[in-house]
């Protein structure tokens, strides 16, 4: 049974991170999977699909890896009452020395081939029925066009797959309530293309909140069109207009360990300014201070 309508404002709720509170948790079910995420990102992830969810469209979760993020959204899901499914995304495979890192951590040995779709159905089994795994690189998958309610954005490893992603998925964000969750703080150093294209995308799609250390969220006030696509391209930007938009999403966040990672974004771009993929830039060493601070 769906749960009662509460005339609040949610994004209000959402800015004051409702999550964060220590009565408030994910799943047995979820808590169990392994993940690269932290613990409040997985509440966070959970809190979305329990309260912000209307079943307005399809939960998109692009970059699942060994399904933390689809096991803390689908927690939240089953307990909305609503009807909902998750589509899940990833090559499941991987030589990333993070990925596997994460997978010896967790207790697990290397996967033969590098394939770990097997460990991704045993995470997500309890929710099996409503989640919808994507395997292989997602250019190989267009979307269906239908609307989308949550889009989790994981898998913009490079500015070509970032562009698929804009023209497939944003074009059907539903405009004035869709939430985009992206990586804007720890992993976000390794995309700037990321950094530039959610800033460029103002006010049309808009910082509402974030968790401590990874994961914000964006909502979708305006459907981006053709021409948003063409102005917010990262090979038509400057270099100085790359690092002067980073400095500007940097000043919207207001943890210091935040905007702290958006200084490393900046010093990795500047080693390497025309990397167009994250395995070809080059971070600087962190064990000194980073070459520009976040007060400059």
Known sequence: MAKAVISVDILDVVRRRAWDSRYYEVSDAAKAVPTMLTPEDGKMLCW?????????????????FLGGSTASLASG????????????????????????KRLRLSGFAEPEGKDFFSLFEKHVQSFAPNVVPHRGEVESHPWTGAPIEILSLHAAQSVEALDFLLR?????LIPGHSIIVAPCNNWFFQTPWMITTMELLRPKIELVGWTRYY???????????????E??????????EVEAL?????????????RELYAMALDTYRLTPNARQTKDLKPPNWASKPTTGWWS
């Open 168 to 172: 497939q998925f944003f074009s059907c």
């Open 77 to 100: 899901l089953e307990r909305s009452g609503r009807p909902w499914t998750i589509h899940s995304y990833d090559r499941f495979r991987t030589e990333e020395f993070g990925k596997l």
């Open 215 to 229: 994961l914000s969220m964006f909502r979708c006030n305006d459907v981006p069109d053709a021409r948003d696509m």
């Open 231 to 240: 102005r917010i391209r990262f090979d038509r930007l400057s270099q100085p």
């Open 246 to 258: 980073i400095l500007r999403a940097r000043d919207r966040f207001p943890f210091e360990s935040q």
């Open 48 to 64: 979305l699909g329990e309260h912000y969810f209307q079943s307005k469209g399809a939960v998109v979760d692009l970059g699942c």
